[in-house]
């Protein structure tokens, strides 16, 4: 007597197609991936400018140093987070993808470099800026100006860092969710090129 259950009989029967992915399905994919990375590094790179040329203007314009030299710093990490995704974020050269031997060999390459950037975010993209946030925050929140008495400054300073450790960890989870994502596409090549 077979005590299977009749629908895991019937699905384990039917007969399986291989996953396969042609030639022209990894070019297009990769061509379509390096469009991608290109777009999200050109709004980092906008959006730095922007965080620059804000914390410039609090930089020369705030009325204690505590304040200018928290947003010198945010500004120097903005500095160092656009080289770092240059330098392991960029998008693929035209040149480099011109000169690739193996469209499924240079896109699995270019997956994997993507999803450890992505999946190092907290060091390179998240770590820089921590001491200027909090060194901004506790010169905001304890400026000579602030008239609120020291526990109301320290409610101030702690508000901040939690709303700011609040979106760091946002960003990362994000950044995670995104470098699975290239995991598993990753695999769904790898059993592509196996089949």
Same mark, same amino acid.
């Given at each position: 007597?077979?005590?299977?259950?009749?629908?895991?009989?019937?699905?384990?029967?039917?007969?399986?197609?291989?996953?396969?992915?042609?030639?022209?399905?990894? @070019?297009?994919?990769? $061509?379509?991936?390096? $469009?991608?990375?290109? =777009?999200?590094?050109?709004?980092?790179?906008?959006?730095?400018?922007?965080?620059?040329?804000?914390?410039?203007?609090? $930089?020369?314009?705030?009325?204690?140093?505590?304040?200018?030299?928290?947003?010198? =710093?945010?500004? &120097?990490?903005?500095?160092?987070?656009?080289?770092?995704?240059?330098?392991?974020?960029? #998008? $693929?050269?035209?040149?480099?993808?011109?000169?690739?031997?193996?469209?499924?060999?240079? @896109?699995?390459?270019?997956?994997?470099?993507?999803?450890?950037?992505?999946?190092?975010?907290?060091?390179?993209? &998240? #770590?820089?800026?921590?001491?200027?946030? &909090?060194? +901004? &925050? *506790?010169?905001?929140?304890?400026?000579?100006?602030?008239?609120?008495?020291?526990?109301?400054? #320290?409610?101030? +300073?702690?508000?901040?860092?939690?709303?700011?450790?609040?979106?760091?960890?946002?960003?990362?989870? =994000?950044?995670?969710?995104?470098?699975?994502? =290239?995991?598993?596409?990753?695999? *769904?090549?790898?059993?592509?090129?196996? #089949?």
């Amino acid at each position: 007597m077979n005590e299977r259950d009749p629908f895991q009989a019937l699905w384990t029967s039917q007969p399986q197609t291989p996953f396969s992915m042609s030639l022209d399905d990894v @070019h297009a994919r990769a $061509a379509r991936f390096q $469009a991608r990375i290109r =777009l999200r590094n050109a709004i980092e790179y906008a959006a730095s400018v922007m965080v620059i040329g804000f914390f410039g203007w609090i $930089a020369v314009s705030a009325p204690t140093a505590v304040i200018q030299g928290g947003a010198g =710093l945010i500004i &120097l990490g903005a500095l160092y987070v656009c080289w770092k995704l240059h330098q392991l974020g960029r #998008a $693929a050269t035209r040149e480099e993808m011109h000169h690739a031997q193996s469209w499924a060999d240079f @896109h699995r390459g270019e997956l994997v470099r993507q999803r450890d950037t992505l999946a190092t975010v907290w060091q390179w993209y &998240l #770590a820089p800026f921590a001491p200027g946030m &909090l060194v +901004f &925050l *506790a010169g905001v929140a304890f400026t000579p100006e602030n008239p609120a008495p020291l526990p109301a400054r #320290a409610a101030i +300073f702690g508000v901040g860092v939690l709303i700011v450790g609040a979106m760091f960890a946002a960003i990362h989870w =994000l950044n995670l969710r995104a470098a699975a994502t =290239l995991t598993r596409e990753i695999a *769904a090549l790898d059993q592509a090129r196996a #089949a």
